[in-house]
């Protein structure tokens, strides 16, 4: 068996570490990624809120 | 120094200038730590390369309870001096500190399976856990229950003090009563019980995880304050109704 595999093996728990690690990413990416979405549509609508009204006197 | 920052403007401009390093500095710490974590730690004497859960479970489980003192030191300050930037440091942790809880709770389940056999157990700390995950819950929607946002943060300020009483719980379930979970071997009396090889480990991961909250935080304080001016250039922006249009009341 090479290295890889058997670092991937985790000894045998490979069914519960590798999930645990996957869920963490997933959920913390979820979070993260929504934080940054929402950020820059918020960016977004005041860019377009406040170059409107320079436009206008 | 706190009050001076806790103005909008001067935190739109001191944050804009710290959210970029720690933007940088966030996902390197976490790799560094999963290097850690999963490849130079060693496995554990007694339960294999199973304990590498640990690293994650464990500082997702810090992060829980640091964030819950957060949102209530926050709401605290917002009920009492009514600071704007309170309401919006608590309302923009609480989905950050649910995810940790959410994070602790099934890293959790994934180590109990094989090391105690259930993914699940009804003991003092895994309920204590699952009950700050609601708290969370309660008030996220709590916060958002009411047309009147004021109103929503003060009935969401007011669960999240009343929530405190659930952390010394979490903290101490493990000594009062027999549980299913260890006992503390990080911040107990004599020192940590947990050998360098991995403490090294898992305080960069927990460092890491900090980090991560410190960006989103930031990042979801600024979300805040950006909507919350988008909203009232919108109401300005609205002409004012005809004279003729008013309701005539006599």
């Known amino acids: ?57 | 120094m706190i009050s001076r920052l806790a103005n909008p403007t001067r935190f739109m401009r001191a944050s804009g200038a710290v959210l970029p390093v720690l933007a940088g500095v966030t996902p390197l710490m976490l790799l560094v730590g999963l290097y850690l974590a999963l490849i130079v730690a060693p496995p554990d004497y007694q339960q294999g390369e199973s304990v590498r859960i640990m690293f994650v479970h464990v500082p997702a489980a810090i992060m829980a309870e640091g964030v819950y003192d957060f949102v209530a030191l926050a709401s605290f300050i917002a009920l009492v001096w009514r600071h704007p930037l309170a309401d919006i440091g608590a309302q923009a942790a609480a989905p950050l500190g649910a995810a940790f809880t959410l994070v602790c709770l099934v890293t959790g389940s994934l180590w109990g399976r094989p090391m105690w056999g259930t993914w699940w157990v009804w003991d003092a700390r895994l309920t204590s856990v699952l009950v700050l995950f609601f708290l969370y819950l309660g008030y996220i929607a709590l916060a958002n229950a009411f047309d009147d946002p004021g109103r929503g943060s003060r009935a969401a300020s007011v669960l999240a003090l009343i929530g405190v009483v659930d952390l010394p719980i979490i903290k101490f379930s493990v000594n009062w009563w027999n549980t299913l979970h260890q006992p503390a071997s990080i911040l107990r009396a004599g020192g940590p019980t947990i050998d360098k090889s991995m403490l090294v480990p898992l305080m960069v991961m927990a460092l890491g995880c900090l980090l991560l909250f410190a960006t989103l935080l930031l990042l979801r304080m600024r979300t805040a304050l950006n909507e919350r001016r988008v909203r009232a250039l919108q109401l300005s922006a609205v002409p004012p109704p005809p004279a003729d249009a008013s309701p005539v009341l006599r």
């Open chain 1, 1 to 57: 068996m090479s290295d890889f595999r058997q670092w991937a093996a985790m000894g045998g728990y490979a069914a519960f570490v590798w999930p645990a690690y996957g869920v963490a990413v997933a959920i913390l990416g979820v979070v993260a990624g929504q934080s940054w979405w929402r950020y820059r549509a918020s960016r977004r609508a005041l860019g377009r809120l406040q170059g409107g009204s320079r436009l206008r006197p």
